[in-house]
């Protein structure tokens, strides 16, 4: 089994939902945190599902957008304030995507040292790790998670994941327009977590600003045979008209489609 813990489902500009972060837990206790929202919204949502940053050890980000990687600076603060010796906090993702997480950390911290391989306090200990991912390469996680990132169309360095632990697999497209990685990395996957900012009313919009509609997460759903797909990453229009985001995808997708929420808990049997 696998629960999905949603932080914050909300695009860049949504004024009622956190910024973008998910926390996967599979039943053998692996866990995986997934972009970290901006500012302190993953710590204050996580508490409130019983998520703390000192159980988190291991974070994939999709791309170097400050509302998916800025909140690190954040989770890494009180998770060395709760356990000062804790082994150093694994972050991977694309080189572009680091290095603009190496900026974050160059501009904001008075007291650490930041290099090309992580983060660390003024006595030398490593607070963080990070780890440049390509394209295409799986990286082995700790509780048995197999991570395998792939190119979306977005910025320069966004990347979807592919995540498979306990025969349960689970795709996020990260922020991306409609396009043949996503449907690829998807193909018969148990769970498609899509980011869908509206729908196609907006589509000129939406594509120009590089996301998705409903109907494009559908058609990626219907394309993969994916089991089951979920949005996020919603437009703040769209936070009370979820139906409608629904709606849309059904059109092109027969299987299980949901809109998470912020604090949604979704369930994953194998
Ligand atoms: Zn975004
Ligand atoms: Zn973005």
């Given at each position: 089994?696998l629960?999905i813990?949603?932080l914050?489902t909300?695009?860049?500009n949504?004024?009622?939902r956190?910024h973008?972060?998910?926390?996967l837990d599979?039943?053998?206790?692996?866990?995986i945190m997934?972009?970290?929202?901006?500012g302190?919204?993953?710590?204050?949502?996580?508490?409130?599902?019983?998520?703390?940053?000192?159980?988190i050890?291991?974070?994939l980000l999709s791309h170097?957008?400050?509302?998916?990687?800025?909140g690190l600076?954040?989770?890494?603060?009180?998770r060395?304030?709760?356990?000062?010796d804790a082994p150093p906090l694994q972050?991977y993702?694309?080189k572009?995507?680091l290095?603009?997480?190496?900026?974050l950390?160059?501009?904001?911290?008075?007291?650490?040292?930041?290099d090309t391989?992580?983060v660390s306090?003024?006595?030398g200990?490593r607070l963080?790790?990070?780890?440049?991912?390509n394209?295409?390469?799986?990286v082995?996680l700790?509780?048995?998670?197999?991570?395998?990132?792939?190119?979306v169309?977005?910025?320069?360095g966004?990347m979807?994941w592919h995540?498979?632990?306990?025969?349960?697999s689970?795709?996020?497209?990260?922020d991306?327009r409609?396009?043949?990685?996503?449907?690829?990395a998807s193909?018969g996957?148990d769970v498609?977590?899509?980011e869908?900012?509206g729908?196609e009313?907006?589509?000129d919009n939406?594509?120009?600003?590089?996301?998705?509609t409903?109907?494009?997460?559908?058609?990626?759903?219907h394309?993969?045979s994916?089991?089951r797909?979920?949005?996020t990453?919603?437009?703040?229009?769209f936070?009370?008209?979820?139906?409608s985001?629904i709606?849309?995808?059904?059109?092109?997708?027969k299987?299980?489609?949901?809109?998470?929420n912020?604090l949604?808990?979704?369930?994953?049997?194998n």
């Amino acid at each position: 089994m696998l629960t999905i813990n949603f932080l914050g489902t909300g695009a860049g500009n949504c004024i009622y939902r956190c910024h973008t972060s998910m926390v996967l837990d599979w039943d053998n206790g692996a866990r995986i945190m997934l972009d970290t929202g901006s500012g302190n919204s993953s710590l204050i949502n996580g508490a409130k599902l019983g998520i703390f940053s000192n159980d988190i050890h291991q974070i994939l980000l999709s791309h170097g957008h400050f509302d998916h990687m800025g909140g690190l600076p954040h989770i890494q603060g009180n998770r060395t304030s709760i356990i000062p010796d804790a082994p150093p906090l694994q972050v991977y993702g694309s080189k572009i995507t680091l290095d603009r997480v190496m900026k974050l950390f160059e501009a904001t911290s008075i007291t650490h040292k930041v290099d090309t391989n992580g983060v660390s306090d003024s006595s030398g200990n490593r607070l963080i790790e990070w780890t440049v991912v390509n394209p295409d390469h799986g990286v082995d996680l700790e509780g048995g998670i197999r991570a395998y990132p792939f190119e979306v169309d977005h910025i320069s360095g966004a990347m979807g994941w592919h995540m498979e632990c306990s025969n349960i697999s689970v795709v996020f497209s990260g922020d991306t327009r409609i396009c043949d990685t996503v449907a690829t990395a998807s193909s018969g996957v148990d769970v498609l977590i899509h980011e869908a900012l509206g729908t196609e009313e907006y589509s000129d919009n939406i594509k120009r600003r590089g996301h998705s509609t409903a109907a494009e997460a559908g058609q990626t759903a219907h394309l993969a045979s994916a089991k089951r797909l979920i949005m996020t990453h919603i437009g703040t229009q769209f936070h009370n008209n979820t139906n409608s985001l629904i709606q849309e995808a059904e059109q092109y997708f027969k299987g299980q489609i949901e809109v998470a929420n912020d604090l949604s808990q979704m369930i994953v049997e194998n």
